[in-house]
């Protein structure tokens, strides 16, 4: 290709200068114009439902390297079929619940 296909040859009266804050506010409401228009037509997709059965997990049981302290961690486990071990010494009252 010829050199002269890539260059741009502007006449102007006189040289201009665009200050880089200009550019900048120019940017900032451009971008804020493309986000105002990607946010008017998102729309979020439906939650995905759960399985069931859940899924089983890997083993069938846990230690307590599996650092299982709350009531919600035990229930997760419990469901997908884990056997589970007493409560950590350590546990707090959130274990009982």
Known sequence: MPD???HIKLNLSQPWFVPA??????R?????????????TFTRPPRALP????APYPDDHLTYLANVFNYQARDFYARHGLKLLPPPT????????
């Open 28 to 40: 900032r409401d451009a971008v804020a114009a493309l986000e105002a228009a990607r946010a008017a």
């Open 51 to 54: 399985v069931a059965p859940p």
């Open 90 to 97: 350590r546990a707090t009252k959130s274990w009982a619940k």
């Open 21 to 26: 804050s200009t550019l900048n506010t120019l």
């Open 4 to 6: 002269d296909e890539h």
